[in-house]
């Protein structure tokens, strides 16, 4: 094939995806923002998404703060500057790696349910049936995931921040020989609201990017079961690369505060 | 017999409507007019294009060309909270059911009364209960979830969601596929019923010639995107169409040469 055809045909598919995703997104978005609202399926989601998140998000966050410890406590050796190790993996947790893994957690297990079970629905005619019963599947099945996942998401960085911190202080204590009381005073007068209130954005616009990504591959799912199995990957890749595009742009934007 | 009889005022009509995928012509303008109160089946072999056409009808899908009638009014193009509006007068028995598996049997049933008619739960609740047992169905399944029921029950409480909120129109996605004969007897016995009752326009797709002859008025056959018979059931023994012989005698040879 011609190498420039080949470009071309990648480049357009591309921009097809890009608008179809952005047409996708603008109907989520006016669903959810709009009524009526369907309270049970939005109340559900917000347990799904949210509740039965708290264990992996809670985890990830205790061996990351306690990993970063360590690891800012070597670091800052070679500088004799271990005492700052408490303030740097607070920020570090807040700023950072909170909202972050918390979302990533989320993308590979919420984005993946999500596309599943609308792939699913799709295969076998649910969404069809939706339509015929007179009820907008955006309505139903798009906006309260989407509402359910940009409320949620900051809650739960706000739990990874504090279970974080908390594995950094766990380490500190046990191992390293840190007071726990000068170490939490230490974090608390070191870290400015901006350093937890921009953690909590970039996690709103996270759990948008997760709960997006699996509504729309697994709406668009098709071709059976191996088609809701694509559904689920693409759903989970994508969420993850969209959430690392956004964490950059997020953090160049907040940096000039 | 002309496969496209002169139907005054119709119900529901389907004019000049093509559909294709990529180089595949699934219908190439097809026209299909129902009578108010009628119940047309549309016969054909599998990928002749029926349920393409039942998904245009009810505005699942969107024709090339063509247009929709509904009451006159053509409904091609028409989307948002108008879509929904016509689509309350619409019910639609899926070939799988279609039942939302987290929801309970009577949630089923009353899912269009709760979430797009504004009833209350215990109003809908009663109203799905007495739908349940217009098909046969105790009270004591109503609290059941779609996975504790066997195809024909799950058939069963598809056909209560149909019917439940008194639809003009209902369409019928291959009524019988998955059953034994008997109960796919029983399925076809309790349509006749319905469609009986509520004096509504049904329009059904199916390759079971049992189904079509108990619950068509008339029988119209699909076939390479064309309607190429139309007729009364009654005649559909008679038809003088080789197509048709060859389809309801389940011929291998013959003028339909598309196979597995």
């Known amino acids: ?257 | 017999m002309s496969a496209v009889p002169s139907i005054e005022s119709p119900k529901l009509e389907l004019k000049g409507v093509k559909k294709r995928f990529g180089s595949k012509v699934v219908l190439a303008g097809v026209d299909i007019p129902v009578a108010r109160g009628r119940s047309l089946v549309i016969i054909g072999g599998s990928g002749q294009g029926k349920s393409v056409t039942l998904k245009i009808a009810i505005g699942l899908m969107r024709p090339d060309a063509g247009k929709v009638f509904v009451d006159g009014q053509d409904v091609t193009r028409l989307g948002g909270a108008g879509r929904r509006r016509l689509s309350s007068q619409f019910g639609m028995l899926f070939q799988g059911a279609a039942l939302f598996d987290s929801l309970s049997v009577w949630e089923n049933v009353a899912f269009r009364l709760t979430n797009a008619d504004g009833v209350k739960r215990p109003e809908a609740r009663e109203r799905a209960v007495a739908a349940l047992a217009r098909v046969g169905l105790k009270s004591d399944v109503a609290a059941l979830y779609p996975g504790e029921l066997s195809g024909g029950m799950q058939k069963r409480v598809g056909l209560a969601r149909a019917v439940v909120a008194e639809p003009a129109i209902i369409f019928f996605d291959e009524p019988t596929t998955g059953l034994d004969p008997i109960n796919a007897d029983v399925i076809n016995d309790l349509i006749v019923e319905q469609v009986k009752r509520l004096g509504c326009t049904a329009v059904s797709i199916t390759h079971d010639m049992a189904s079509a002859r108990k619950i068509g008025d008339e029988i119209a056959m699909l076939n390479d995107g064309h309607i190429v018979w139309r007729g009364p059931t009654s005649q559909i023994d008679n038809s003088g169409n080789p197509y048709v012989d060859q389809f309801i005698h389940g011929r291998a040879t013959g003028p339909i040469t598309g196979g597995v």
């Open chain 1, 1 to 257: 094939m011609n190498p420039v055809r080949a470009v071309g045909r990648s480049s357009l598919g591309m921009l097809q995806t890009a608008g179809a995703l952005t047409l996708f997104a603008g109907r989520g978005v006016a669903a959810a923002l709009s009524p009526p609202v369907f309270l049970g399926q939005f109340l559900r989601q917000l347990g799904q998404i949210g509740y039965f998140s708290l264990p992996v998000v809670g985890l990830t966050a205790v061996f990351t703060g306690a990993a970063l410890a360590l690891n800012i406590y070597t670091g800052g050796g070679r500088f004799n500057a271990e005492q700052i190790m408490p303030q740097i993996v607070a920020l570090g947790i807040t700023r950072e790696l909170g909202p972050v893994l918390a979302a990533l957690m989320l993308a590979g297990r919420v984005s993946a349910a999500i596309a599943a079970e609308i792939g699913a629905m799709r295969a076998t005619e649910h969404i069809d049936a939706l339509q015929t019963l007179s009820t907008d599947p955006f309505r139903y099945l798009v906006a309260p995931r989407l509402l359910a996942a940009v409320l949620v998401l900051p809650l739960l960085t706000l739990v990874a921040d504090i279970i974080g911190i908390a594995g950094g202080w766990s380490v500190a204590v046990a191992s390293l020989g840190f007071n726990g009381s000068i170490y939490v005073k230490n974090t608390w007068d070191f870290l400015q609201a901006w350093d937890v209130g921009s953690g909590l954005i970039k996690a709103s616009v996270f759990g948008f990017i997760v709960a997006l990504m699996g509504c729309y591959h697994g709406y668009n799912a098709s071709g059976g079961a191996r088609g809701v199995g694509r559904a689920t990957t693409h759903a989970v890749v994508s969420a993850a690369i969209l959430i690392f595009a956004a964490d950059y742009l997020l953090t160049s934007l907040f940096s000039h505060k």
